[in-house]
């Protein structure tokens, strides 16, 4: 048996729950009573503990302020219908946050420690995880770089946190997406299949251009012949066309997304062929020109599912199906189904948090 690591807790005096609205769940600030910290010095990571939710001070020449070190993972709690607590594939998390890690020269986390981590805080932070169908506890670690210190070098001290908040549902929230042909989010041989925040600070631009254009969001096309579909935003894209879902293979331009891994094992569970390979957008076009039956949707932990209404293409354009009876719609409920306790987990995806009732 592998020893635990121990996870001091100082806990609120109050908790801010009472004055959460459940029913009016309002993601993005309001977090929960409590967050994880450890921070990286002498070559470990020390004091691993949960404190009340707090700012917590920079020196302004934190290295990571300056040089970008800095990653983040994010995915979610729910409630089971047996009332349980359970946290959706945390060990594939973990997995690719050391990837991450690896590719920033950032210093790796045990699975001991993360896995303590999460399950100290979601323990104490139950109450947090809502009841609604499909609503959730968003769960964010992050990691940066903060060695006060100028200069352009792998920083030797890291501060290593958690924080939670509630999250809705965002159901039916159809997308329109630009086909970005000019800006690129990642190359080849670059950091695109790293969660690292630079990656989403150099999406900002384009997005925001598309943003003025009247779109959500972007396909990102690959950097070498801006034709070639890759994913989009914080999302991984997918297409159903004749009856096979298409998806671009991973690769190290592209997030190896949790959801795509999960809704690919589902596909293929409900009998439906699964394609990881490269689909240009001229491939698109003429799936669409043939009136082919084409679904287009993103998939995230944050939204899910969401389905694109409408892409356009070099200025065209295009309408994928949006239907309940469409294969996303499917995809998307079986595996919240599964995330609920309402259809089997044959995979084992939810890791059951031990709350209070079941501890002495
Ligand atoms: C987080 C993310 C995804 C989706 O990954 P999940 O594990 O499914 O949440 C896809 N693309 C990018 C760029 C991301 O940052």
């Excluded at 004055?19 to 004091?47: A, L, P, V």
Aim: proline letters at 4%.
């Amino acid at each position: 048996m592998k020893m635990k690591t121990s996870i001091t807790v100082a806990r609120v005096k109050e908790s801010k729950i009472k004055n959460y609205d459940f029913q009016n769940i309002n993601f993005g600030s309001n977090t929960t009573d409590h967050m994880f910290i450890s921070e990286y010095k002498n070559n470990e990571w020390r004091n691993p503990r949960i404190i009340p939710y707090q700012d917590v001070p920079f020196s302004p020449i934190s290295l990571g302020l300056h040089y970008g070190q800095s990653i983040f993972e994010g995915f979610k709690a729910y409630k089971l219908i047996d009332g349980n607590i359970s946290v959706f594939r945390p060990k594939k998390h973990f997995q690719r946050m050391n990837k991450s890690l690896k590719r920033m020269c950032m210093p790796l986390v045990s699975e001991d420690l993360f896995m303590s981590a999460i399950e100290s805080l979601i323990q104490l932070e139950q109450n947090w995880v809502p009841n609604q169908n499909d609503a959730s506890l968003y769960i964010r670690p992050l990691i940066i770089a903060t060695e006060a210190r100028l200069g352009v070098k792998i920083s030797d001290e890291y501060l290593f946190m958690i924080v939670c908040m509630p999250m809705a549902s965002y159901y039916n929230k159809n997308l329109k997406v630009k086909v970005e042909t000019e800006f690129i989010r990642a190359a080849d041989g670059g950091t695109g299949n790293a969660k690292c925040a630079g990656n989403y600070g150099a999406a900002f631009y384009p997005t925001q251009i598309a943003n003025k254009q009247g779109f959500d969001q972007i396909l990102w096309t690959d950097s070498e012949h801006h034709e070639f579909i890759e994913e989009s935003g914080t999302m991984n894209v997918m297409f159903v066309i004749e009856n096979k879902l298409i998806t671009p293979a991973i690769s190290n331009t592209i997030l190896d997304g949790v959801t795509r891994d999960s809704i690919i094992k589902i596909a293929k569970d409900l009998g439906i062929k699964v394609e990881e390979r490269k689909i240009s957008y001229i491939e698109l076009i003429d799936g669409f020109n043939s009136n082919v039956e084409i679904e287009a949707f993103g998939v995230g932990t944050a939204a899910v599912i969401s389905p694109i209404e409408c892409i356009d293409i070099k200025g065209k354009l295009f309408y994928p199906k949006i239907s309940n009876d469409a294969t996303y719609s499917i995809l998307a409920l079986k595996l919240s189904d599964i995330r609920t306790g309402k259809a089997e987990d044959l995979n084992h995806w939810n890791y059951i948090i031990k709350t209070s009732n079941d501890l002495n």
